[in-house]
């Protein structure tokens, strides 16, 4: 299971690079594996400006839909429109063209709450 040392993340399985003042945000390999072949991703809060915890979107898979928690408050500024085509790649490269959305935070100090990969992986068992 590949959990990259330099990200954040979240209980909710949900990754976080941050560059600034711009998050960019995904789901993890452990979550992207529980899920199964993903063949959708929906995120239609484009534009808006979210609190820490509130659903920004949706991932579907074969045999479930799941939501997706914003894990900072801030304004979703990007999605990756690239899983409009291609949703699988979640699954092949969670980290990388897999990233679902880029959004500018609105309060750093927030990260603070989020988990560190060592943190990651015990909660995974990893």
């Known amino acids: 299971m590949n959990i990259p040392a330099e990200l954040h993340y979240t209980k909710d399985h949900e ?34 400006t979210l609190e820490a915890e509130e659903i920004f979107g949706t991932v579907e898979a074969v ?16 999605f990756n429109e690239a899983l409009e085509d291609e949703p699988e790649k979640v699954n092949s490269d969670p980290y990388g063209e897999g990233w679902m959305i880029k959004m500018k935070c609105s309060d750093l100090s927030q990260v603070d709450n989020l988990l560190s990969a060592d943190a990651y992986k015990t909660l995974v068992g990893a």
């Not at 045999?63 to 990007?78: A, H, N, Q, R, Y």
């Open 15 to 48: 990754w976080v690079k941050i560059e600034g003042d711009i998050a960019t945000i995904g789901i993890t390999d452990f979550a992207q594996g529980e899920l199964g072949d993903i063949v959708y991703v929906e995120v239609e809060t484009l534009d808006e």
């Open 63 to 78: 045999k479930t839909v799941s939501d997706l928690f914003l894990p900072l408050s801030g304004e979703i500024i990007e």
